[in-house]
């Protein structure tokens, strides 16, 4: 231990850093509850009595809805966390959206580093949930998000940050709060927290489209604000992953979890082209299949994907990336596993102060695990004896382990220097990975703790390398120069001949698969998504939206409009699943495909942008020209080139049906984009801001149910770019939707002085509501926390009291909406009392206030 830490240069105490302050003299202590998870909320609630707070936010638009903390930590430990702009829970890590299956206790950012001589470690948490030594500003002095978006409809839009994606979240946060009432006091240092002298600029950004909306990338910049050098620096992303739906919320959910590292995928090009994933990645041992008893299939609990990360760049190309998992036993110290390399002459058996051989405690042990350039095999091989190999025989319970724990693991990597004021950068990705688990009875039929090689072969790990690579393209784009010095990055050449002996035909790709060095942190999207609002009536919505920002918003490769059409969704509720398509117009164009002759073989391609029928009836100079006349069956010839056409999605062209998607001022002519030209003739103002009239759209969903909120949604698509690969684009419904009741707005109920009404009334238990899917559509809630009653005809700002029969007071409800808000006209009670208790059977009154009159009734609870 003496030669390490001097070798090392790993003294406890030589000396405090610029940055310190005085020793800690009264230590906080470790003795953990029966279960520190269940102990998370007491130390948050600990920490946040004092400047500064912890807040969380949340990322919610892509196919991950991950929590973010403002401390350098993501998930929630756990516990409840309100968004900021909806007030509803936020999701620890829900993968994929809206399944409620949960993929994450808890991550965090650590950085060691030798410091004058003193190993030190920073970490947001870590596996006692009472270390958490990166806190931001208080938030007089901005320790609060910024929020960014490419979006201009999106909530986090701001035209004063600068934003690359759909949704970035912004956070500074410091390692050099020193009060042991925050960062807590290590006992196996003997000593509170130390700082490195550090400020972390985390920026993580993510995306809806198809192709990017499986990872969130997180950019950070580590800037040394002390005064001293940071020598041998690592860092690492620590993860306590779980896997379980909400309903399984409990030990039986965590503890049956592996951990392990996915290397290498075959390339979808083919040629027998290797990608390099590098990922470590989590998931449940089996993916939950039913019946747990006898399990032979999936149901909406299994959780059948996996979450993994990936460092997609460095501070410097050659750095030693390590790889490490373990599981914490809390009562007894010597079960603690991890594995371990057997020490060597050139490299000793590192023993932790605590006897732990798994979890390090203290900054020594952490910067140890750090730095140490291990990789650690799959938690499932915990039983397979690899002592030949270098290890550590298996612990006792090696059986137990390999079927699933509750694990953690560190991926880090380093080392380099970080001068003061020197600035460094980091990105990492947190990647998930759809139906790794394939078949239900998988585990049951091939695990055996001895040879897990049949079960490990049975995974499928195609999604979660296919999302860690675009990941990292989107992140620094192939074959694209950004800097401008030349360099596109690295390319594959991909030959292919097909025919039964002599080849009829040749394809030659050239596949870029890495970019320039240069991060992008881009990807082509889809036009952004139409301004919308929607005008409700009895029974009917009708749905308006402006495309002047959709129809000139321009690719970001190519620079030029790509604009191909718009489609209305609804649904009863926000998960894709529900959204059903109402109405599609799209351009009149064709894809044009053009043999190319190569020698004795040739191939259909389309390198070129749809045409539409004017372009192609101008080209070939006839006015009457038929595109869909040549297939590839019947070519076109013309100037000795053969080509036939296909369609670019439906062609549904016209807006003028009134069943369809229709231009609400059809004798408006376009003002072009120059504001500086428009008139006031040339615009209107229903969408918060001046839009010409020319790009004003409406769709009449019509003869709908009054009771029920429906989600609407209007999607913009484009055509696709033949020459990168790439399909037509389209935003998701779920990512702008709006909620809305058929029914009469407010500021109608309050001209008119309409009467509330309530419904169900009376409400029966046994009516089936949630069946019929008017309450809980998605399982989440238990039945007696899912009920409502309706309120509607509401004023836009009122407040709803219900009493007892008594005249006790049941609950109070606030009911304040913006001028012209969604649903103004209508809230909802869940019939829980102000002591969040269930009601019982019995007569209610409600009593509705605003400023106009006090309006009262009757409403009866049948249980």
Known sequence: MKKLRQTLGRQFMIGLTALSLVPIASPLGRTPGPDPKMDAARQIERRTAATPIIRYTAHSRGNLRLALANNGTFGTEGQTRPDPFTGEPIPSLEYPRGSNIVLLWVGAFWIGAVVDGDTLVSCGTEDFYQTNELWPDPPELGGDFTYGSIDRNSKFYDEDVTAYSEEDIIINYYDTITNSGLSGYDEIDGRGHRPLGVKVT???????????????????????????????????????????????????????????????????????FIDTVSIAYHGDNDG?????????????????????????????????????????????????????????????????????????????????????????????????????????????????????????????????????????????????????????????????????????NSLDFDGLATNARWASWVYDNPGVDT????????????????????????????????????????????????????????????????????????????????????RVYAGLDERASSFTMLSSFDIENFKRFTYSQSGE?????????????????????????????????????????????????????????????????????????????????????????????????????????????????????????????????????????IRELPQIPSDTVEA??????????????????????????????????????HFSNLPRVCTIHIYSIDGDLIRTIPHDYPEGGPGSMHDTWDLITRNTQAVVTGMYYWVVESERRVQTGKLVILK
């Open 601 to 737: 073989n040739g191939i259909w391609i389309q390198d070129e942008i749809p045409l539409t029928i004017a372009q192609l009836r101008e080209y070939y100079g006839d006015p009457d020209f038929d595109p869909l006349l040549y297939n590839r069956a019947n070519p076109l010839r013309w100037e000795g080139t053969y080509s036939y056409f296909e369609t670019q999605d439906f062609n549904q062209s016209s807006l003028t049906r009134a069943d369809g998607i229709r231009k609400v001022y059809p004798e408006a002519t376009n003002p072009g984009t120059d504001t500086s030209l428009w008139t006031e003739s040339d615009v209107l103002y229903d969408h918060g801001e001046p839009l010409p009239r020319f790009y004003e759209y409406e769709y009449v969903y019509d003869n709908v149910l009054p009771t029920v909120p429906y989600y609407v949604s209007v999607t913009a698509f484009d055509h696709g770019s033949p020459r990168s690969g790439l399909t037509a684009l389209e935003t998701k419904p779920e990512s702008n939707y």
């Open 202 to 272: 985390q920026r993580s950004m993510a995306w809806s489209y198809d192709y990017t909306d499986d990872f969130i990338l997180f950019d950070y910049k580590v800037e040394n604000i002390g005064r001293d050098r940071l020598r041998d620096v690592y860092m690492g992303i620590w993860v306590d992953g779980d896997a379980f739906h909400i309903s399984r919320n409990n030990p039986v959910g965590w503890t049956d979890d592996i951990v392990g590292f996915y290397r290498f995928h075959p390339a979808p090009e083919g040629c027998g």
């Open 483 to 566: 800097d401008g010095d030349g360099y596109r990055g690295e390319f594959r050449i991909c030959g292919e001949g097909t025919g039964d002996g002599k080849a009829d035909s040749v394809t030659v790709d050239t596949n870029w698969h890495k970019g320039d060095g240069v991060p992008d942190f881009r990807g082509a999207g889809p036009p952004q998504a139409p301004t919308v609002r929607i005008v409700p009536s009895t029974g009917k919505l009708t749905i308006r939206w402006n495309g002047f920002y959709t129809e000139n918003d321009k690719d970001i490769f190519t620079n030029r409009k790509d604009f191909e059409g718009y």
């Open 288 to 456: 939950d299949p039913i019946p747990e008893d006898s399990p032979n299939e999936w149901d909406y609990r299994s959780a059948r994907g996996v979450v993994g990360t990936r460092v997609v760049r460095t501070p410097a190309e050659e750095l030693d990336l390590s790889f490490n998992w373990w599981i914490i036993n809390y009562g007894d110290a010597s079960r603690d596993f991890g594995p371990r390399r057997q020490g060597t002459a050139e490299d000793p058996f590192f023993e932790f102060e605590d006897g732990r051989l798994g979890t390090p405690s203290g900054d020594l042990a952490k910067y140890y695990v750090l730095s140490h350039r291990e990789f650690d095999y799959d938690l499932i091989e915990t039983a397979v004896d690899k002592t030949l190999e270098g290890w550590r025989p298996p612990p006792e319970n090696a059986e137990e382990i390999a079927y699933g724990y509750d694990m953690r693991y560190l991926l880090s990597f380093g080392p380099f220097d970080i001068e003061p004021g020197q600035v460094l950068p980091v990105t990492f990705a947190l990647v998930g990975g759809e139906n790794v688990h394939v078949y239900p009875t998988d585990f049951a039929r091939l695990f055996k703790p001895d040879d897990p090689g049949p079960y490990y």
């Open 752 to 789: 008119r002085n309409l009467d509330v009404f309530v419904y169900p009334n009376p409400y029966r238990t046994d009516a089936g509501y949630a069946e019929r899917g008017f309450e809980n559509r998605d399982g989440s809630q238990a039945p007696d926390r899912a009920r409502l009653i």
